[in-house]
């Protein structure tokens, strides 16, 4: 038995093809992040979304939903780590943000966001 505990990724930039390739290697991490499960990790990964104004390009990866301690968590929470470094050390600029939120967990709130790691 477990709990369930909300992760999801919030990635935005302006420069299309950076934000492109930053879409596709999200869509990849997630992909092979979840083989073993044989599930279809890559699923979680939203289309790219154009803001109305400034030209904003958006992505979300959706919490996985699995409780804490079950394997689908586990590759969850590593792929989100490996997103998260690979777009930390890539070329590409973005902002993007990880919030844990809602289920079973009382620890809501920021767990990283571009350079900072809260810890939480």
């Not at 992040?33 to 400034?54: P, R, W």
């Not at 470094?85 to 289920?103: A, L, Q, T």
């Amino acid at each position: 038995m477990g709990y369930i505990k909300h992760n999801a990724i919030i990635v935005t930039g302006w420069e299309k093809k950076s934000m492109e390739s930053v879409h596709s290697k999200a869509k990849e991490i997630f992909k092979e992040g979840f083989k073993q499960d044989n599930t279809n990790g890559d699923q979680l990964i939203s289309e790219l979304i154009l803001g109305l104004a400034n030209t904003q390009y958006t992505f979300m990866v959706a919490p996985d939903g699995s409780k804490e301690g079950w394997a689908t968590s586990k590759f969850g929470d590593e792929a989100r780590e490996e997103l998260l470094n690979w777009i930390s050390k890539s070329d590409y600029y973005c902002d993007y943000i990880e919030i844990r939120f809602g289920g079973d967990d009382e620890s809501e709130g920021v767990i990283r966001s571009n350079e900072i790691d809260y810890d939480y």
